[in-house]
């Protein structure tokens, strides 16, 4: 009985990512636009609305930091901060097009502690 229940939980949840793959996506581009639609109260597009909002502060502080902070910032910490966030953000596009809920690296896990919608 108990495997039965799993594999119920586990088709609600792929027919949920099927349906809301879209909004989840987009959820990295433009974070709150799946907030405004019927998708708002899918547990994976939250999961996604939250990492891709955690991926836009991780790129103003990058930006505000490497501004701020002359000759270091400017060569150092814009140029690599700024790649590390476009790859943060293509993983976090891929964990959606793949109807996964993976955490994006290194800033994925504060999602959860910063965010509670």
């Known amino acids: 009985m108990k ?8 088709k609600v949840k792929s027919a949920d ?9 987009l959820a990295y581009v433009i974070f ?3 907030l405004l639609t019927e998708a708002k109260d899918s547990p994976y597009v939250k999961f996604h609305v939250k990492q891709g909002l955690i991926v836009l502060l991780s790129s103003i502080a990058v930006s505000v930091i490497g501004s701020i902070i002359p000759f270091l910032g400017w060569f150092l910490i814009l140029p ?5 966030v476009l790859f943060i953000w293509i993983m ?3 964990n959606a097009l793949n109807g996964e809920e993976k955490q994006v690296p290194l ?3 504060y999602a959860d502690q910063l965010f509670k919608f």
């Open 17 to 25: 990512a099927e349906k809301y793959r879209g909004m989840a996506i």
């Open 80 to 84: 690599i901060g700024s790649l590390l």
């Open 92 to 94: 976090g596009i891929i």
């Open 3 to 10: 495997g039965n229940m799993t594999e119920e939980t586990t």
């Open 107 to 109: 800033v994925g896990k």
């Open 32 to 34: 709150f636009i799946p």
